[in-house]
Nanobody, 115 residues
Framework: VQLQASGGGLVQAGGSLRLSCAAS????????MGWYRQTPGKQRELVAA???????NYADSVKGRFTISRDNAKNTVYLQMNSLKPEDTAVYYC??????????WGQGTEVTVSS
């Protein structure tokens, strides 16, 4: 099973991007789906997560600007990013946690926000 992330790119400050992450192959019982981001020299940080029941959690820095959603039928998670800021520049990684706490990671998609 692999996670394929897409949707990153270069955008001006104030713009929007929508990230997608889909699983190839079947994953039994995905509990949580999330997005993390990482910049050089820093630890990977949680941006947003959504549980199987639809509960969401956001980093304080993105609350009100980013929205996470999931399509269980397609094993896909999305991250709608609005009002982007230069400090949102990072490589974004998707993460699925399946039954038995099995962890899956996507390959990363780069987001660059210019000022």
């Amino acid at each position: 099973v692999q996670l394929q992330a897409s949707g990153g790119g270069l955008v001006q400050a104030g713009g929007s991007l929508r990230l997608s992450c889909a699983a190839s192959g079947s994953i039994f019982s995905i509990n949580a789906m999330g997005w993390y981001r990482q910049t050089p020299g820093k630890q990977r940080e949680l941006v947003a997560a959504v549980t199987s029941g639809g509960s969401t959690n956001y980093a304080d820095s993105v609350k009100g600007r980013f929205t996470i959603s999931r399509d269980n039928a397609k094993n896909t998670v999305y991250l709608q990013m609005n009002s982007l800021k230069p400090e949102d520049t990072a490589v974004y990684y998707c993460n699925f946690i399946a039954a038995g706490k099995v962890d899956y990671w996507g390959q990363g998609t780069e987001v660059t926000v210019s000022s």
